[in-house]
């Protein structure tokens, strides 16, 4: 190790060691525990179940299948909360370090990231409970090489200069899935005829150190645009004809620390939630419900997390915003059509239990257009009692930006709520889906005139609602 390289990691400890909160870590261990105790209960569950019943296939060959189930979950986490640095800082850049310095730098960091371990771990905890402790080491050693090409890959991508870097990257990218799931499926073809678990593992694992070593020399070739000594610098503004409404709202969503955080945390939760209960519909059965009891809260409820904050982002630059020619109107209007746009989001990551789970067509359909029109529309006058909210705090047990007339208003939503479910618990199941589609569809129908009246009622208290942020 060279001093260059030594002088970054010890630059980089110094700046772990200011940073680290307690707090943090009992955040940690509180969700740990948490995953902990699900997965203990499950598995004495799998026990009563199953107890000395034979398996249809081996649960040996789980192991390099769970390594590669967790690529897109993982994929997705990173994209939502990774944001580790892939750039030198203009004070490191007139230092003599050199691309392939900072590459392995890079490459360090990446490695010791706390998301790097935090699926493989888990991952390991479940098959050291089912199998043995050796199994779980090579569950960790797969895991952990899958995270690692899937944080290589965001880190070329962030850095990447144009598509033309781009788009091999993606091809690649790929190309190595396909293979890895190719590898995972030739095994369990395989294990008809005996014991591929190893030979499965190995190739996996030799796959996935071939792909990091090519991202990793893909990184070290890239080259910001300052340091292309054949290209002049350039610098661009937007102008308002290229910044939009919609620009503004996904922009907020993946730049916001905050709002990044609590919406993934909720998607992940309810769409685990919707599955769990189409599999097991024991609670659906004890309501005496004709619909997934979860399946409104999984279309809708991300959304409602986003509504309640309806003008808390915009109140830390109002100020300037006022000034552009968009009237409010217009801004709750995006806002309401990025609402919707999400919920169908929504909606097709739970299409594969309505394709193979036998989840109802008409319930799904009702459920979105009753989380559009009835469920998410209400939250839109949040507007009136919005307050300035922190865009990078934590969202884990963060009370700011919230005040005593939102926390009243946000009851509203139980109303649609009580609909629903009323709907579904008195009515049969195609009277409980017209009536639920249809009032989706009124709201729809709507939603202009409802956002006008709301729109109307904050530019007669626009002084007071500005006076208020200006004071937060």
């Given at each position: ?6 002088e ?25 525990v ?18 000395d ?6 649960l ?10 967790i ?46 371990w ?26 952990f090489?899958?995270t690692m ?33 190719a ?11 005996g014991?591929f ?12 150190l071939?792909a ?5 020399w ?12 054949h ?17 503004i709202?996904?922009?907020q ?26 599999i ?44 552009k ?13 990025f609402?919707c ?25 009702a ?31 963060n ?49 202009r ?5 709301v ?18």
């Amino acid at each position: 190790m060279n001093l260059t390289l030594k002088e970054l990691i010890r630059l980089w400890y110094t700046q772990k060691r200011r940073d680290f909160t307690w707090k943090d870590v009992f955040i940690s261990l509180y969700f740990t525990v948490l995953f902990v105790v699900m997965v203990v209960a499950f598995y004495f569950q799998f026990q009563e179940f199953w107890g000395d019943k034979p398996l249809p296939v081996s649960l040996t060959m789980a192991v390099p299948l769970i390594a590669v189930s967790i690529m897109q979950g993982d994929l997705l986490i990173k994209l939502f909360w990774r944001r580790s640095p892939v750039e030198m800082d203009d004070y490191l850049r007139t230092r003599p370090v050199s691309a392939r310095d900072w590459g392995c730098f890079v490459l360090f960091q990446t490695s010791l990231a706390f998301l790097q371990w935090m699926l493989p771990l888990m991952v390991a905890f479940v098959v050291a409970l089912f199998l043995s402790v050796g199994h779980a080491l090579l569950a960790l050693l797969l895991a952990f090489s899958v995270t690692m090409i899937n944080a290589l890959f965001q880190n070329c991508w962030r850095r990447a200069p144009g598509n033309e870097w781009t788009l091999p990257l993606v091809f690649g990218y790929l190309v190595w899935m396909v293979l890895a799931f190719a590898v995972v499926i030739a095994g369990f073809l395989l294990a008809a005829y005996g014991d591929f678990m190893l030979l499965t593992s190995a190739v996996l694992l030799l796959l996935n150190l071939v792909a990091g070593g090519i991202l990793h020399w893909y990184f070290c070739r890239m080259k910001n645009h300052n340091e292309e000594a054949h290209s002049p610098v350039h610098t661009t503004a937007h102008s308002l004809g290229q910044v939009s409404l919609w620009s503004i709202e996904y922009v907020q969503l993946l730049r916001s620390k905050r709002l990044r955080t609590s919406f993934l945390a909720i998607v992940i939760v309810f769409l685990l939630n919707v599955y769990l209960q189409q599999i097991t519909p024991q609670m659906q059965e004890d309501l005496s419900l004709h619909v997934n009891p979860m399946l409104l809260l999984g279309i809708g409820f991300p959304c409602i997390i986003l509504a309640q904050w309806v003008l808390g982002v915009e109140a830390n630059y109002f100020s300037g915003i006022w000034t552009k020619p968009w009237p409010l109107e217009g801004i709750l209007l995006r806002k309401y059509y990025f609402f919707c746009v999400l919920c169908a989001l929504m909606a097709l990551l739970i299409m594969p239990a309505v394709l193979w789970m036998h989840l109802s067509v008409l319930s799904w359909l009702a459920a979105l257009l009753f989380s559009c029109g009835i469920f998410v529309l209400p939250m839109m006058a949040t507007c009136l009692y919005s307050s300035r909210m922190d865009l990078f705090s934590s969202a884990f047990f963060n009370y700011q930006g919230g005040n005593k007339q939102l926390n009243i208003f946000s009851f509203v939503m139980f109303l649609p709520m009580i609909i629903y479910y009323a709907a579904y618990i008195m009515l049969p199941s195609m009277w409980a889906h017209l009536l639920v589609g249809g009032l989706g569809v009124v709201g729809l129908l709507l939603h202009r005139w409802y956002i006008h009246w709301v729109a109307s009622i904050w530019h007669r208290r626009r002084y007071g609602i500005m006076e208020r942020w200006l004071a937060e």
